[in-house]
């Protein structure tokens, strides 16, 4: 039976791009089930503490400039740090990994072809006909998910992963959780492989 992990996480998010690929090798080599559960940051910001990235004081937001460069090389990725169709709604993109889960379908191909469309080739997620191409072009029905994504059973979902991640201390993207432990950030992905591969207890914080 292999291990589970959810993995909390939003196409607006560059740190959930920045650390996929490296997330998706750790799922590999040890064999994880992964619960993919995208969420609305926006909500989850304002009902955890966090704020968006434009009401953070000018000291974080150009620390977080430096941190993405410095993240940029350590990865081995070449994305722009200003995409041209950032920020955007991401309920549609986000919505279609949730009706691809419904409809049985793995949706792996399909973010790592998201993440890719909006920080590397800098197109808009917000556009219907965008989002059904990344679809098919990563093996899926992209035009019937499309559709399917504005369902209020898709929207159902959604919020349910929100209610999710407060039940589980989530407060960010990415996070992945593992056992009830949570390793926010693609910066703790290095502590989630030590704690797969030393198969030790989860950690606490009612200690």
């Keep these: 039976m292999p ?30 089930e992964v619960n993919y559960k995208p969420v609305v940051l926006v909500d989850l910001f304002s009902e ?15 620390y977080r ?21 950032w920020p955007f709604n991401a309920r549609l993109a986000d919505g279609v990994v949730i009706a691809a889960i419904e409809s049985g379908l793995d949706p792996d191909r399909y973010l790592a072809r998201g993440f890719a469309a909006v920080w590397e080739d800098q197109l808009s997620l917000a556009d219907p006909a965008t989002v059904a191409k ?5 093996g899926l029905p992209g035009k019937e998910l499309v559709e399917r994504s504005e369902q209020e059973a898709i929207s159902a979902a959604y919020e349910q992963n ?15 959780v593992l056992d009830g432990e949570v390793f926010w ?17 989860p950690y606490s914080s009612h200690v």
């Design 185 to 201: 950030g693609q910066d703790r992905i290095d502590l989630l492989e030590d704690a797969l591969k030393s198969g030790r207890a």
């Design 134 to 138: 990344l679809a098919d072009e990563s």
């Design 3 to 32: 291990r589970q992990v959810d993995y909390y996480f939003s196409f607006q998010s560059p740190w959930a791009y920045v650390g996929h690929r490296a997330f998706r090798d750790i799922v590999s080599t040890y064999d994880l």
């Design 65 to 85: 400039m430096v941190e993405l460069q410095r993240w940029r090389d350590k990865r081995g990725l070449k994305f722009h740090l200003r995409p041209a169709n």
């Design 48 to 62: 955890t503490g966090g704020l968006p990235l434009m009401k953070r004081h000018p000291v974080r937001q150009r």
């Design 162 to 176: 929100r209610q999710d991640t407060l039940a589980s201390d989530v407060f960010g993207s990415p996070a992945y």
